[in-house]
C-alpha cells in the first residue's frame, strides 16, 4: 500500500494514539498482532507491558491494522497450544455487509475479472440506457471479480438496528449490566461489542456457540410455546414454566397469546397445516427476530480482535466508542473520520460518490485534489491510487 496511506497513519498514530488507544485490562495476558501495509499476513504472539510500550509499537511500526486477543493467557508470547488459555471476554461482531441491505447494489462498485478496471455501479451509469448487466467499459468483460462496496448512511442504520437488537437481549433476556456492553464502530462496516464482564471469560467454544444460536433465534422448539406432538396428532399444551421470559415471550407476543389462549394457539396450528408447518414458521420468525452477527467471532476463544483506537485499513477510519446513549445520533463518517485534512492529489478509478467529516464529495475527474482523510478513503477501498 501506498506511502500516501501510510504517512497518514504516521500522523495519526504520532498524534494521536497515546490517548486514542483504549488499553485492555490485564494488557499483560493478552496476545497482540499487527498487519504492515502491503505486506501480507500478520505479526502475531506479541506482547505488551504497559500501554505505553504498545503506543511506542505503533508510533514506530505504523500498521495497517492493530488486534488484540480477547483471551487471556499466561504465555501469550509463546505457540498456541503452550500459551495456556485463561479465558477469553465475550464479543460480538455485526457486519453491515452480512445484512443484506437493499441499498448495497446502488453504491458497489464492479472491479473487471480481466482488466482490473473499476467502474461505477451497476445500472448507475450515466448512459440513458439503464443496463442492469454488468459490462466492463475498458474491455467490453462480463464478469466482475468482485465488487468494492462504499457504505451509505442507510448501511449505518440498518447495523445500528441490529446493534440496538443485540444491547437488549444482552441487557434484558441475558441481564448483563449496560454499562458492561461496550459497543465500538468497527472502522469500517459495522460494530463491534465488547463484553466487560468476568463471569463470562470462561466460556468454551460450545458454550458461546450455544449463546450465538439463542441470539440468532435458531432452534426453538415448538414445544415451548405450547405446541406438541403423539401419534394421535399435534396439539397444544403450554409448558409449566410459562411464556413470560425470552423467546418464549418474544414469540408469544407476535403471536399474541398468553397462557390463556390455548383456542387461539389451535387455530394458528391449524392454519399453519399442522406441527411441521408451525415449526418452519416458528423458524422463519425467531430468524427474523434473532440478531445477524458473525458467529465465528463469537465462538472463537482464540482470536485477534480488532483494537478499540486503531485505525482499520479497509477504510482509514478508526475502531471508536459509541457510546450506547448516543448511538443514534452516532455518524461513523463523522467521528470516526479522524485522519488529517492536508490537501493531497489522487488520481481516481472512476465516478465515485460518499460523504465524510459531513462533506459530500462526488469526484468525477480523473486526478482529484482532496483531504487527506477521503484520499485516504478512496485508496483503502481500491477506487483510487495515489500520483
Ligand atoms: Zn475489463
Ligand atoms: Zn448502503
Redesign the pocket.
Known amino acids: 500500500m501506498s506511502e500516501l496511506v501510510k504517512s497518514a497513519f504516521r500522523e495519526y498514530y504520532f498524534k494521536h494514539a497515546a490517548r486514542a488507544i483504549e488499553a485492555p485490562d490485564a494488557i499483560e495476558s493478552r496476545e497482540f498482532g499487527y498487519a504492515q501495509l502491503g505486506v501480507p499476513g500478520m505479526v502475531r504472539h506479541l506482547s505488551f507491558r504497559s500501554v505505553g510500550e504498545l503506543v511506542a509499537t505503533l508510533v514506530r511500526e505504523v500498521p495497517s491494522d492493530v488486534y488484540c486477543s480477547n483471551a487471556l493467557y499466561r504465555f501469550p508470547t509463546l505457540a498456541m497450544q503452550e500459551k495456556q488459555w485463561l479465558g477469553a471476554d465475550l464479543i460480538f461482531d455485526i457486519d453491515g455487509k452480512d445484512l443484506d441491505?437493499p441499498?448495497?447494489p446502488s453504491?458497489s462498485y464492479p472491479v473487471c475479472a480481466a482488466c482490473k478496471r473499476v467502474s461505477s455501479p451497476i445500472g448507475d451509469d450515466d448512459d440513458d440506457e439503464k443496463s442492469k448487466e454488468y459490462s466492463c467499459p475498458a474491455c467490453g468483460g462480463r464478469k466482475a471479480e468482485q465488487l468494492i462496496s462504499i457504505?451509505?448512511a442507510?448501511?449505518v442504520e440498518g447495523s445500528k438496528k441490529e446493534a440496538r437488537r443485540l444491547v437488549e437481549f444482552l441487557t434484558g433476556d441475558l441481564g448483563i449490566d449496560k454499562g458492561r456492553v461496550n459497543v465500538y464502530f468497527s472502522g469500517n462496516n459495522g460494530f463491534h461489542f465488547h463484553i466487560k464482564d468476568d463471569s463470562y471469560r470462561p466460556l468454551d467454544s460450545q458454550a458461546r456457540s450455544d449463546l450465538v444460536g439463542y441470539l440468532a433465534g435458531v432452534g426453538l422448539m415448538a414445544e415451548s410455546i405450547g405446541v406438541r406432538r403423539s401419534p394421535q396428532g399435534e396439539f397444544v399444551k403450554f409448558p409449566k414454566s410459562g411464556l413470560a421470559l425470552g423467546w418464549r415471550k418474544k414469540v408469544a407476543d407476535r403471536l399474541k397469546i398468553d397462557q390463556s389462549s390455548a383456542v387461539r394457539l389451535t387455530h394458528i396450528l391449524k392454519e399453519k397445516g399442522g406441527y411441521a408447518g408451525f415449526k418452519a414458521e416458528l423458524d422463519r420468525m425467531t430468524r427474523e427476530m434473532g440478531v445477524r452477527i458473525d458467529p465465528q467471532v463469537t465462538t472463537d476463544v482464540h482470536r485477534v480482535f480488532r483494537m478499540p483506537g486503531t485505525l482499520n485499513s479497509k477504510s482509514g477510519l478508526a475502531k471508536v466508542k459509541c457510546d450506547l446513549d448516543r448511538l443514534d445520533s452516532f455518524d461513523p463518517f463523522t467521528e470516526a473520520c479522524l485522519l488529517g485534512s492536508a490537501k493531497t492529489k489522487v488520481k481516481v478509478k472512476t465516478h465515485v460518490k460518499f460523504r465524510l467529516k459531513g462533506e459530500p464529495f462526488n469526484i468525477s475527474k480523473e486526478t482529484a485534489e482532496l483531504p487527506a482523510f477521503a484520499a485516504v478513503y478512496l485508496v483503502c477501498k481500491g477506487l483510487a491510487e495515489a500520483v
Open positions: 441491505l441499498c448495497v453504491h457504505p451509505c442507510r448501511c
